[in-house]
């Protein structure tokens, strides 16, 4: 782990896809300080899909803080706004900084080990609006990041996502593109992500 700032910011290309990556976003001591305090203060919760018929355990666990009354829907979960911690405040200032966006909303995802991950998918609900920006922002464990785009699954295009480093997707990418973070049979540690949205109100 460097903690060193990269020179360049990266641009991965593909036809509508609009994502940059800055690596060490968050220098190395104050990724350490967030990941322990994120695990301890935020209230992880299981979550559960309903699968033909069967509840199966979303294979991740999660928190959804926001503003007051920013309630949030997706695949059938409800999740009523958790409050901002100190440190959550921090980071949404330092992601809105780079993204040079304001966010009212995080979803906090906790992977526990290499059997957690999240499917293909893209961030489309439309309490974000159709070209939202997001911020993800990676603490912990390194693990992988896909995208594809959605009228072509073949066009993948694969980054390793480490401690410190934030993945910024605007534009059409959500309409254009999905994206997963595979599970993986190496041995990995826990990885927190932190992905800054803005639900706009009705
Ligand atoms: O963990 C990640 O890097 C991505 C999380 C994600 O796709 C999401 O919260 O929608």
Known sequence: MT???ALFDEHPKGPGLDVTLI????????ADAALVALRERVAWRQDY???FGELIAVPRLESWVADEGLDYTYSGI????GPWTEELIALRDLVSEHAGATFNSVLCNLYRDGNDGVDWHADDESEFGPMPVIGSLSLGASRRFDLRRVEAHAEKIELDLHHGDLVIMRGTTQALWQHRVPKTKKPVGERINLTFRTVKKS
């Open 3 to 5: 903690g060193q700032p």
């Open 23 to 30: 690596r060490n976003a968050v220098d190395s001591d104050a």
């Open 78 to 81: 409800h999740h009523d706004p």
């Open 49 to 51: 899909l309903r699968m």
